[in-house]
């Protein structure tokens, strides 16, 4: 088997990692605006870790309280994504299912989506960009099409 599609994968994948997932933007009373964003991993300005302010997820867990369902989702979609990443590493040594990847990308980018509508709700003053729920779902399914096809339309096996 061709490692080429595995590889070419993994790096959108890769990609999808690095990006901002959830973009705010917000404004002042004195009318400036403001940018901060989410990443798979961390959060704070829309430069991410090259930015002044940022906190690593792990930090952010250490320190933060997390008391609304809406908070608990972007951590959950961070650990689904990782999962997802994992998975589809092991394509590398032909051990990726690849249905599992495509379920975890999937629901990955549900996590984000509850997350944005969390928060949204919760400050409709903030205007948020579920930018991470359309790139987990765009590569799940243009990397993953024939596995969510087959995650989705299972055909049970005629008995004996």
Do not use: K
């Not at 087959?150 to 096996?157: A, H, S, T």
């Amino acid at each position: 088997m061709s490692r080429r599609p595995t590889s070419q994968r993994l790096l959108a994948l890769f990609v999808v990692g690095a990006v901002p997932w959830t973009v705010i933007r917000w404004t002042n009373p004195d009318g400036t605006v403001g940018y901060d964003a989410y990443f798979s991993y961390g959060l704070g300005t829309v430069l991410g870790p090259l930015g002044r302010h940022f906190t690593f997820l792990p930090t952010y867990l250490d320190h933060a309280v997390i008391s609304a369902y809406w908070q608990q989702a972007w951590p959950t979609g961070a650990f689904l994504f990782a999962c997802a990443l994992v998975s589809a590493a092991l394509g590398v040594v032909d051990r990726e299912d690849r249905r599992v990847t495509a379920g975890l990308l999937v629901m990955a980018g549900a996590a984000e989506l509850l997350h944005v509508v969390g928060l949204s709700r919760y400050n409709p003053r903030l205007l948020v960009l579920p930018i991470g729920t359309a790139l987990l779902w765009g590569v799940a399914l243009s990397a993953y099409r024939d596995a969510l096809r087959r995650l989705l339309f299972v055909r049970p096996e005629p008995p004996n």
